[in-house]
């Protein structure tokens, strides 16, 4: 899964990246994103074209959840037939940019952070429903990962190339080989990942210093006796 990401640098220039018309003022840096909160996210209308919106992240379908929990993640090969996401992934898909994210390795928890190696912005697909006049909710969409990934955890994010935005953005259904073709893993070595320190853990630390590589501790040897 992906449960957490950054976004950073200056919105004239994530408006010129992802070629959006409006909305730009709704990049705002922040370098722990996490479950529940506002984040920007770029949809597309016969209007208004390409633009940037902001949706909470935590995604509502349009009946009832049976749990609390908040809805972050959709995997890419069942989001286009589980119940909960299937009719907005229909025609209610979008784009979630941010500058890299954070995944934790699963065997011994420590954090990594991930971003492009050409330090581009990443375009994570997502999809998103509306709260009926009180803004927009969104989840992104994870596929398996990549050998850039593999070692650390078991999915990543899908992020998509400029090439098929405007087929992701629009309100077209897309097909069974469509959907096949763009929620795969990233190409390797797309992105570059190093350990970062623990304390992006507690959601309240929010500085650039939360993506500074962080030296991880050697293990420690265990001793043959009987050597």
């Known amino acids: 899964m992906c449960g957490r990401f950054v976004r950073e640098g200056d919105s004239s220039k994530v408006k010129k990246f992802f070629r959006i018309s409006k909305g730009e003022e709704n990049w705002t840096a922040l370098f722990n994103v996490a479950p529940t909160t506002a984040t920007p996210v770029?949809?597309?209308?016969?209007?208004?074209?390409?633009?940037?919106?902001h949706a909470i992240w935590d995604f509502k379908p349009p009946?009832?959840?049976?749990?609390?929990?908040?809805?972050?993640n959709a995997r890419g090969e069942t989001v286009h037939v589980l119940p909960s996401f299937r009719?907005?992934?229909?025609?209610?898909?979008?784009?979630?940019?941010?500058?890299?994210?954070?995944?934790?390795?699963?065997?011994?928890?420590q954090p990594f952070y991930f971003q492009r190696r050409d330090s581009l912005p990443l375009a994570m697909a997502g999809i998103y429903e509306s709260l009926g006049g009180k803004g927009?909710?969104?989840?992104?969409?994870?596929?398996?990962?990549?050998?850039?990934?593999?070692?650390?955890?078991?999915?990543?994010?899908?992020?998509?190339?400029?090439?098929s935005w405007d087929l992701w953005l629009s309100s077209k259904q897309l097909s069974e080989d469509e959907r096949a073709s763009l929620l795969v893993p990233s190409s390797r070595d797309t992105l570059v990942g190093w350990p970062v320190n623990r304390s992006?853990?507690?959601?309240?630390?929010?500085?650039?210093?939360?993506?500074?590589?962080?030296?991880?501790?050697?293990?420690e040897s265990t001793p043959d006796l009987f050597r």
């Open 42 to 53: 770029i949809v597309s209308s016969e209007v208004a074209g390409r633009f940037m919106d």
């Open 63 to 72: 009946f009832p959840k049976s749990s609390n929990a908040p809805l972050v």
């Open 87 to 109: 009719e907005a992934f229909k025609t209610h898909r979008c784009l979630i940019p941010a500058s890299g994210y954070y995944e934790w390795r699963r065997s011994d928890k």
């Open 136 to 163: 927009m909710s969104a989840c992104l969409i994870t596929t398996t990962p990549n050998s850039d990934i593999g070692s650390i955890h078991d999915r990543m994010p899908v992020i998509l190339n400029p090439d």
């Open 200 to 219: 992006v853990g507690n959601v309240r630390n929010d500085h650039p210093s939360l993506i500074e590589s962080f030296k991880e501790a050697p293990k």
